[in-house]
C-alpha cells in the first residue's frame, strides 16, 4: 500500500513564504512520479508542479516563477518552496504519486495519478 503524507502547511501574510513536503512510502525499488495540486471549495483541482522520474517539472501558469520544486529521490521526498504568496494562494495543498518506470509514461495531470495525501491547508491574508 502506498502512502502519501504532506506537511508544513501554515498561515501566512501576503508576500511570505512557506515550504512543503510530501514524504511517499510506497514499494521497494519502486520510484514515483510526485506532485502537487490545490483545491478551493468548488472549484477544481489545480496543478501546482509536477516531478517525473528524470527530474523534468512543470509548474501551473498562476505559480510560475514563485513557486520552486526540489526533490530527494532516493527518499520519494518532494518539496515545494512558495515564495511570494498572496491571498489566491490560499487553498488544500494535495500531494500526488503514481509509480514510473524509466522509457514509460509519465502523469502530467491530475487524473492520472493513483495516490494522494489528505491534504495540508494554507492560508494567505492579505
Known amino acids: 500500500q502506498v502512502q502519501v503524507a504532506e506537511s508544513g502547511g501554515g498561515s501566512v501574510q501576503s508576500g511570505g513564504s512557506l515550504r512543503l513536503s510530501c514524504v511517499v512510502s510506497?514499494?521497494?525499488?519502486?520510484?514515483?512520479?510526485m506532485g502537487w495540486f490545490r483545491q478551493v471549495p468548488g472549484k477544481e483541482r489545480e496543478e501546482v508542479g509536477i516531478?517525473?522520474?528524470?527530474?523534468?517539472?512543470s509548474y501551473g501558469d498562476s505559480v510560475k516563477g514563485r513557486f520552486t520544486l526540489s526533490q530527494d529521490s532516493t527518499k520519494n521526498t518532494l518539496y515545494l518552496q512558495m515564495n511570494n504568496l498572496n491571498p489566491e494562494d490560499t487553498a488544500m495543498y494535495y500531494c500526488?504519486?503514481?509509480?514510473?518506470?524509466?522509457?514509460?509514461?509519465?502523469?502530467?495531470?491530475?487524473?492520472?495519478?493513483?495516490?494522494w495525501g489528505q491534504g495540508t491547508q494554507v492560508t494567505v491574508s492579505s
Open positions: 500526488a504519486a503514481a509509480p514510473c518506470f524509466p522509457g514509460g509514461y509519465y502523469p502530467y495531470r491530475a487524473s492520472e495519478f493513483d495516490d
Open positions: 510506497g514499494y521497494p525499488g519502486v520510484r514515483y512520479c
Open positions: 516531478v517525473d522520474i528524470e527530474g523534468s517539472t
